[in-house]
């Protein structure tokens, strides 16, 4: 694992909670969302906050993809729930929300279970692993390196 | 009655978002790493052949599919009780299906870790 990819999964985990909470933040200033009007939601997309909310989180979905390119499922998921625990932590210290006892202890599990396995290895051992990209995608002035 | 809809709706979610995941994750590893292929042939060269792979838009589907299925699923049950159930079983049969369909070698130290994060999401939702 190099800090490049230790980044990706940070970013995994910051994106992810933060959007959310920034999405929960401009609908707490849009308010009740009305079923039986449902167009009117699209005007939600002018409030900044959701708007910073939705660029976090098609940088989470980047990420995401980005980390399971190079890492198991079984290893990226858990990060994906540490996203639980910057939601936790925005939501007291940003939204100002009540974090009971029994969310401090889910809070302290799922770090204890992101630390176990992020020290494990990321990939399984396979044969072989190639990339591919269609030749009609790559420019000929395009320098090629040899995959690591 | 309407407990065996609500629980059908959690299953459906938890298959459909857990197929998602394990297909996407198959994609992913099928395209390459998306770091060097961008230092390779650019951002817009990933961008595209990850939107245009058969495997990605299959995984997109099923997570579409989740989507509404909890949204379902909500509006049938509590969201203390839907929420932290879908979540958790989610991390479970994710884990399972990496071990059978992608062949992820989940050693213990990943099952653990799986059952704690499951517990940990539980314990939010309280």
């Not at chain 1, 970013?11 to 933060?18: D, P, S, T």
């Not at chain 2, 995984?59 to 932290?84: E, I, K």
């Amino acid at each position: 694992m190099t800090l490049r990819k230790y980044l990706v999964l940070l970013a995994v985990m910051l994106f992810g909670g933060a959007g959310d909470v920034l999405l929960k933040r401009g609908m707490k200033d849009f308010g009740p969302v009305d079923l039986h009007n449902l167009p009117h939601l699209v005007s939600a997309l002018a409030n900044p906050w959701i708007l910073i909310g939705i660029i976090c989180l098609t940088g989470f979905f980047a990420s995401y993809l980005t980390a399971l390119s190079w890492a198991d499922l079984t290893y990226v998921l858990p990060a994906t729930a540490m996203g639980y625990v910057v939601i936790a932590v925005l939501s007291k210290y940003f939204l100002q929300e009540h974090i009971s006892e029994w969310r401090w202890a889910g809070i302290l599990l799922i770090s204890c279970g992101v630390g176990w396995v992020t020290r494990g290895p990321a990939l399984t051992k396979r044969e072989s692993s190639k990339a591919i990209i269609p030749e009609a995608l790559i420019s000929e002035n395009q320098e090629q390196h040899e995959i690591a | 009655m309407k407990s065996l809809e609500l629980w059908s709706a959690i299953a459906l979610m938890v298959l459909a978002s857990s197929a998602g995941d394990v297909i996407l994750s198959s994609a992913m590893k099928r395209i390459g790493d998306l770091g060097e292929l961008r230092a390779r042939h650019g951002l817009v060269a990933v961008i595209t052949r990850v939107i245009s792979d058969k495997q990605f838009l299959l995984a997109l589907t099923c997570m579409t599919l989740a989507f509404f299925s909890l949204l379902t699923a909500l509006s049938w049950g509590d969201a203390s009780l839907v929420a932290p159930a879908s979540a958790s079983l989610t991390f479970l049969v994710s884990a399972v299906m990496a071990k059978v369909f992608l062949k992820e070698d989940v050693d213990r130290r990943r099952w653990v870790s799986a059952a704690l994060v499951c517990i940990g999401v539980a314990l939010l939702t309280q």
